[in-house]
Each structure stands twice: as C-alpha cells, then as structure tokens.
C-alpha cells in the first residue's frame, strides 16, 4: 500500500494518528521503524537546522527536504507550507510541488505572506483574512492532481482573535475543502471543546517549550477529546540540541564521547541497518568483485 | 586577485556606457563572453519563461541557481534581476547574502508587490509604498556593506505607469542615500526616457524590453549613451532569438523532416565551437595526464 493510501485508511479509521515532526531521512527512517503511522516536515525544525528561521525558508528548501524522507520512507508524510509562498497562484505551484515529492498531505496556514520572524517572540501571528484564506484552500483543491492528497489548513487566528474566530475558520475551511484543520486551542477548556464543534478530524499541535501556555495533550487526552492527530512539531530538534551539547561538551573536554565500547558497537550496527547497507552489500556482491 | 562585484564597481565607474544582455544559461553567459561584452544580466523573465513557470512563480533558488550557473562559468561580472526581494527587508537582505555567495556581482530590486502578480506581464504594476520600498532597499545596502562592499544594489521602480514619471524619480532619488549604485525605471514615453537620466541623481539602466505591448521605446546603445545612460540590460534577447530559431527550425523539421538553414559543414564548425567553448581540449589534458592514455 502506498504511502497516501495509509494515511487515507487511518484517517478511516478515526483512531488517533501520532505524527512526530522529522529533521532529515535518518530520524524519519528511526521514528518509522519505531511504529509512527505519519511523518511532518515542519518550518520551526527546517528553518532552525538550516539556521534561517521559518519566515525565511523557500519553497525550495521545504521540497528538498521532503523528496530526501519522502524517499527514504514508506510512511505518509505532511509537509508544512507556511502561507502556501503567496497567493493563491502560488499556492496552486506549491500544491503540485509538494505533492511531486510523494508526501501524501501539505498545510497551509492563514498568517501573512511573507511571513514575519516576529511570530516566534510574541506567538502573535498577523492572520489574513477567512475569505482569501478560503480561496487559498480551494485554489489547494484544485491543484492537486490526485484528489485523495491529503489538504490540511491550518488557523492561527486563535490567539489572536479568539477560540470564537478560530472554530469558524475551522467550519469554512472545511467546507472550502480542507481534509483536516489545524488548531491552537489557548487554554485546555478550548482544547476539549473543539473536536465536538466540528464535523471534520482535527489535527493537534503540541508545541513543547512554547512560552504562552499552550496546553500540551497527552495522547490519552487527545484520543479522548476526538482529537484525530497528534503531533510533536519541535521535539525532534529539542532532544537533537540537547543531547548534541552534552556529547559536545563532554568531547571536546575530554576527549570522550561518553559511549560505552559495546553500545557504541550496537549503535553503529543499528545506524547501518537503518541506511540499508547490507543490502547494498548485497548488491556489490552480485556485481562486483570485492 | 580582482572579485566579479569589484570589477563591476570598477566598470561602473570607468566606462561610459555599459551593454549587458541576458542569459539564461551558462553557454548563453560565454557566448556573450566571446563576443566581447563586459556583463552579463540574468533576468527573471528569461528564467520564468525557461522554466515555463512564469517570473512571479519563480523563486529565489532557481532565479539564484540559473545566475549561479552562468556566473560560475564566465569570468563577466553577473547583475541578476531579484524582483521584489522575494518579500520584507529581511527576506530582502537574505537575497543579497544569498547571492554575494552564489558569485554574483549585483542585484536589482524593484517596488512592486510582493508575492508578484502574473499580472504585471499585462502591465498591471502593483507597487508597494515608498517608505516599505526605502527599508528593502536601506537594508540591502546594509546587508551589502556587512559582506561585501562591492555588490552593486540597483534600486528599480516601476511606479512610472502607476504613480507618474515623478513619483519615480522621486523614489529614485531618495534611494542615493540610502546606499543604491544604480537606479532603474521605466519611462513610458521618448520624453520620459529622455528626461530620467538627466532628473535622477544616481547612473540609470535603462530596460530594453523588446517586444513589448506597452508602447516602450526601444532605443540603440549609442541613442542610450547620448540621452545619458550608464547601462543598458537587454532583458529578453538571448531568449527571443532563441525561440525564433529553433521554433523555426521545429516547423521545418516537422514539414520536411530536414533542417537546411544550417548545412553539414556548419554544424561541424558549430559544434567544434560549441566544445570549444564548453572547454573540452582542456579536459581531454586533464585526462590524458591521468587515467587516459595517449
């Protein structure tokens, strides 16, 4: 079964889905093999390991990404679009870009395009308006070339203008088309609430470390509210830092990366499972003279 | 050794006027090269068009890819046309980053909306206010003193249709302090065009955009040089002669399943010339000195 075919079964299904947000085709291959039903690209991960910052990513950057995991697994992958990189022309050219790459979702969210860095200061995003916002998404609809692609739209008006505003986006995007929306409940009240106000799967961010007390779901809870995702967008990069400054420290003063002779034995057996090298073994076998 | 962006600075200053066509390739860059021309431009026309995605879908890698492919195989100073920054100033100072380290000597960077419309290629301009233009320009020129002096910023309006030949070169002018080598515009007139260099208190290109519907003059390089022009970006002609060749050449090969208008013994030349400026000779070396025998 393919990729999208997964994700349009799970969605079927109605059973919560556990997305974590990748860096590279490793962690991708790494969280597969783990048991994730879905994979996402996110622009806080992408632009902060390309040190850029999301407002500052292109189209381009985001495709590269994507075709490098979609490749390397068979899982479905979503893909985060910011605002689509313009207006709805634009957004037409990143629908079908995306979708090229053999990721079986893409979200594009209602902030201002281009975006602005300040967004990660003050959580408070500058949202376009509900009605170009929802030619946007059908302008998404009508891009992409297999109607099963899955179209996520996202809303940031919450905290801005309210969880009020934020659920009437939800309805309208769903009627323009969307698959699934994408939500920022402010307080937990919200969060329980808004899976019961509409008739389409919600998708669940969990923004660990955010600094406005975004409610963070276990996925009891999500599961319990109706939630239908459930996604770690900045996890990977947050473990990924700290680890990395613990093994850096600990080098570059000792002159020891901390790792026991054996595990580092079994790591290095595991990392070359994951990129596949004995069936590249095999292959050099059967071809060449070793 | 002499940088690409100091020997435009260089040529700014010392030539009187300065012809730069377009390329939207690397053997377009080298045949410009041989010919003789000091610089070669990279527009975002030609590489919409390549692409067959039109300029306001193009983004900065790929009009940055295509400048990076021509700037890195000819020894000419590369202006690449970066269209509206490709969003606020710090997208806009990105761009100049971006492409000092792709090797390009200079960039221009217009006033009109952005995310940019198909429709400018109607001539529906759509231009953003003065003050947001001065900060995109402002902070390119900050981004430019910080990583390379040299990088020539070319500020572009295209309020002339819009807003009136005054409000351009109003626009113009504001941008010399700001730090802008060049300024760019497009008068809609013979009076216009005569008018700008003498009203604009910084070197102007002047555009020629050939082919176009909007009544815009298409004036020689020696008329540019008398009405005072620094340079001339001819911003569509490696593309147009292209296209006129080999859709000719299509049609005849279609009807007649030949192509006459090149002989045998011209395409044996052609394309000695064509390896000969791929540099082919001086690859076979290399490898006669290592792994081929001769």
Same mark, same amino acid.
């Given at each position: 079964?393919?990729?999208?075919n997964?994700?349009?079964?799970a ?6 889905i ?7 085709p ?24 390309l040190?850029?910052s ?16 979609c ?12 605002a689509?990189f313009?207006?709805p022309?634009h ?16 979200t ?20 376009i ?15 992409r ?8 739209? !996202? ?9 009020e505003?934020?659920? !009437? !986006? ?5 009627e ?22 509409v008739k389409?799967?919600l ?5 660990i470390?955010?600094?406005v ?15 239908q ?6 996890g ?10 613990q ?17 580092a ?16 073994y ?9 | ?19 730069a066509p377009?390329?939207? =390739? ?12 000091k ?25 940055l ?8 195989r ?6 690449? =046309? ?18 000092? /380290?792709?090797?390009?000597?200079g960039?221009?960077?217009e ?13 529906? /301009?759509? /231009? ?14 900050v ?5 390379d ?6 500020a572009?309006? =295209?309020?002339?249709r ?13 941008t010399?302090?700001?730090?802008? =080598?060049i300024?760019m515009l ?5 009076e216009?065009?005569v ?5 604009c ?7 020629q ?12 390089n ?11 970006i ?9 296209y ?7 049609k005849?090969?279609?009807?007649t ?7 045998n013994e011209?395409?044996?030349?052609r ?12 690859m ?7 792994v081929?025998?001769?």
């Amino acid at each position: 079964m393919n990729p999208l075919n997964k994700l349009r079964n799970a969605l079927q299904s109605k059973k919560l889905i556990m997305v974590t947000n990748v860096m590279d085709p490793f962690s991708g291959r790494l969280a597969e093999q783990t048991g994730f039903d879905m994979l996402g690209i996110g622009g806080y991960q992408l632009g902060g390991s390309l040190c850029v910052s999301e407002p500052l990513l292109t189209l381009n950057e985001i495709i590269d990404a994507t075709r490098s995991v979609c490749r390397s697994v068979s899982i479905p992958v979503t893909v985060d679009c910011g605002a689509g990189f313009g207006e709805p022309l634009h957004v037409m050219r990143t629908v079908r870009e995306i979708e090229a790459t053999g990721a079986s979702a893409i979200t594009i969210e209602d902030q201002i395009f281009p975006k602005r860095v300040h967004y990660h200061r003050d959580y408070k995003e500058k949202t376009i308006s509900s009605d170009e916002m929802v030619n946007k998404i059908k302008a998404m609809v009508k891009a992409r070339k297999n109607p099963e692609f899955v179209i996520m739209a !996202r809303t940031d008006s919450m905290r801005t203008e309210g969880y009020e505003e934020g659920m !009437r !986006r939800a309805k309208l995007f769903f009627e323009a088309g969307a698959d699934v929306v994408k939500i920022f409940p402010n307080t937990l009240e919200e969060a329980k609430l808004a899976p019961s106000e509409v008739k389409g799967p919600l998708y669940y961010i969990n923004s660990i470390g955010n600094r406005v007390n975004r409610p963070i779901l276990s996925r009891g809870m999500a599961s319990e509210y109706g939630y239908q995702f459930l996604s770690d967008a900045v996890g990977s990069m947050l473990i990924f830092s700290k680890a990395m400054k613990q093994y850096y420290k600990d080098w570059i003063k000792n002159g020891n990366s901390n790792l026991d002779f054996d595990e580092a034995i079994k790591l290095r057996k595991e990392i070359e499972d994951i990129i596949g090298l004995e069936e590249m073994y095999k292959i050099e076998e059967e071809t060449v003279q070793i | 050794m002499q940088t690409k962006s100091n020997k435009l600075r260089e040529l700014i200053q010392k030539e009187e006027f300065i012809y730069a066509p377009v390329a939207f =390739d690397a053997l377009g860059g080298r045949l410009i090269q041989k010919h003789g021309f000091k610089v070669v431009y990279c527009g975002g026309y030609t590489s919409g068009s390549s692409l067959c995605l039109s300029e306001p879908l193009l983004t900065r890698d790929e009009q940055l890819s295509f400048a990076k492919s021509i700037a890195s195989r000819v020894d000419l100073p590369l202006i690449v =046309d970066a269209g509206g920054g490709w969003g606020e100033p710090l997208h806009t100072m990105r761009t100049v980053r971006e492409c000092i /380290a792709s090797g390009i000597s200079g960039a221009h960077f217009e006033d009109q909306l952005y995310p940019k419309r198909a429709h400018y290629h109607k001539y529906v /301009a759509h /231009a953003i206010p003065a003050e947001d233009f001065y900060a995109k320009i402002k902070m390119a020129c900050v981004e430019r003193d910080s990583l390379d002096k040299n990088f020539v910023i070319i500020a572009r309006t =295209d309020t002339c249709r819009s807003a009136g030949f005054d409000e351009a070169v109003k626009r113009l002018n504001k941008t010399v302090d700001l730090g802008a =080598d060049i300024g760019m515009l497009f008068p809609r007139n013979h009076e216009e065009a005569v008018r700008a260099p003498k009203e604009c208190k910084l070197p102007l290109v002047y555009v020629q955009s050939r082919g176009n519907r909007d009544g815009r003059p298409v004036y020689n390089n020696e008329q540019l040089a008398n009405m005072g022009y620094k340079m001339c970006i001819d911003a569509q002609i490696l593309l147009m002669v292209s296209y006129h060749f080999i859709d000719n050449a299509l049609k005849e090969l279609k009807e007649t399943g030949e192509y006459k208008v090149i002989n045998n013994e011209m395409y044996v030349q052609r394309r000695q010339e064509i390896e000969d400026i791929i540099g082919l000779e001086e690859m076979y070396k290399i490898e006669e000195e290592t792994v081929e025998k001769k």
